[in-house]
């Protein structure tokens, strides 16, 4: 029973497809991931599958790793596909069939025990978000679609090169088999960098703030939270400690982690709406996990429990930041109220890593893992958690600049956004390796003060902080395009809508001129992070 439950796991999603353009559609998207987590809490740890006919022999295991991102995954699917079902009123069916399939590739991924299962799940669940970010058909959702799909096509062709270069090194295609000494330098390169655009690195992360601001609440949910911790499970699987083809790379994960930290949370505090601070928060925590990943691929003897520590902190920011999208989702829907400011509030102080939470006990295990590394990022994390605090301290100052509404009573789908909350705060600490921390009173402590002091003396300040648009390089793109085809010169053209250039001279507007400022802070935190010393 406990083997068909594994292979139901990824298979149920896909079988409840039939009824995506009938009447049990909205039950059809509420429940595709239950398999998955009930094969979770009911299947032993070590549980494998083998399906020899299938692709080119599928292999189904569930480790303690599988077994932790198949349970969040699966709860974080579950109420995404429930508050979908109960708020979305148009366009049901074709949603649900993306959704359900880029559920059935994410399931997938996660059980796999073989790299070509793993690619096909992979493949699948990114080619199916698209039509998530794309179903509300605006010209804005067509965009952000398109410069994610692009980047996905990049990515996924980068990792079945890699995965074809690791079939000729192996005699087995299975993650158990795969020897540090098969994995040439090309292949290291090419999963380095496949799975680095999933998890937004520096450069390869223009995709994702164009992706969550456009997607609808549900979608943004698992884009944020399963979607993009698939990434960080491909590292796992793909790269044992000690790898033959790493050395050297560890530095450079390490450099990268930090540029996405410290670029993550300044372009996050200058935006201007709740779900593009939680986009830009999203690549600040990447960047902290990267840099994490790379001390253990410096240290092989250290790297055990730096994965554990990873998967953990992965497992807690999963649950909260999904949770965080749709409660987004509540507050358009009911406007500012003080049941939904409470919640949030309590979410928030658990991203931020309070005490005695599952942010502070998440960061404790990363500050214990690394603490013998020869790289030592106890820095970072400081930088990180005064970041964090920074930007959901942002997140609610926008939120709360919603209109009170008296008239929208909680309903079913605010139940069940309620229910994901509980679970965000307490399942991780119950369920987890998750330490309770009282550290980090100091941090918030100084935090809190400035974010006070800010917020108090504002305008006084002798300047303004730039606007960074979602997208930022993408911007800058069309301005360099711009400015070769000769008609960035031309008196009186108008660029855009957000740009004019006059015949007496230059006039960027704010979004422009805050992509250029992003772009300078991007070269002046490289180029100091890059000096010795």
Known sequence: MTQGLLVLTWLAPLLLLTFAYRRPGRV?????????????ILVPVNTSVEIPWL?????????????WFLLFSSLMWLAAGAYAGLTMQQHTARFTVFFLLACTGNLMLIVAADMVSFYIGFALMGLAATGLIVHRRS??????????????????????TAVLLLAGEMASARFADLA????????????????????ALPGLHVWLPLAYTAASPP??????????????????????????????WGEALIVVGVVGTCLGTLAGLVQHSPRSVLAYSSIAKMGLITAVFGTAVTDPDAAPAVFIALAVFAMHHLMLKGTLFLGIGEWRRHGRSPWLTAVTLVLILAMVGAPFTSGAGAKLLLDGATAGSEHDLAWLFGFSALGTLFLMARLLWLLMQQPARDDVPPDAASAVWLALATSAIVLPLVLLPIPLAHSGLATLAVGLAIVVAF?????RLPFRLPSVPPGDFVYLYRIAREVRSGRFMRGGFRLSRHTLISPHGLSLSARYAGALTWLLL???????TLLPG
Do not use: C, H, N
Not at 28 to 40: K, V
Not at 55 to 67: H, I, P, R, Y
Not at 183 to 191: M, R, S
């Open 455 to 459: 917020v108090v003396y504002r305008k």
């Open 219 to 248: 979608a943004a949910a698992v884009l944020s939270g399963p979607m993009i911790s698939a990434g960080l499970l491909g590292w796992l699987r793909f790269l044992p400690p000690g790898a033959s083809g790493t050395p050297g």
């Open 180 to 199: 540090p000494a098969a994995i040439p330098g090309w292949a290291v390169a090419l999963l380095l960098f496949g799975f680095g655009i999933k998890l």
């Open 28 to 40: 059809a998207i509420a429940l595709g991931a239950l398999p998955g987590l009930l094969a979770a």
């Open 55 to 67: 692709f080119l022999g599928m292999s189904l295991q569930l480790d303690q790793t599988g077994s």
């Open 139 to 160: 010209q804005r959702a067509r965009r952000a679609a398109r410069v994610y799909l692009w980047w996905t096509l990049i990515g996924e062709m980068a990792l079945f």
């Open 522 to 528: 991007f070269l002046l935190i490289l180029t100091m």
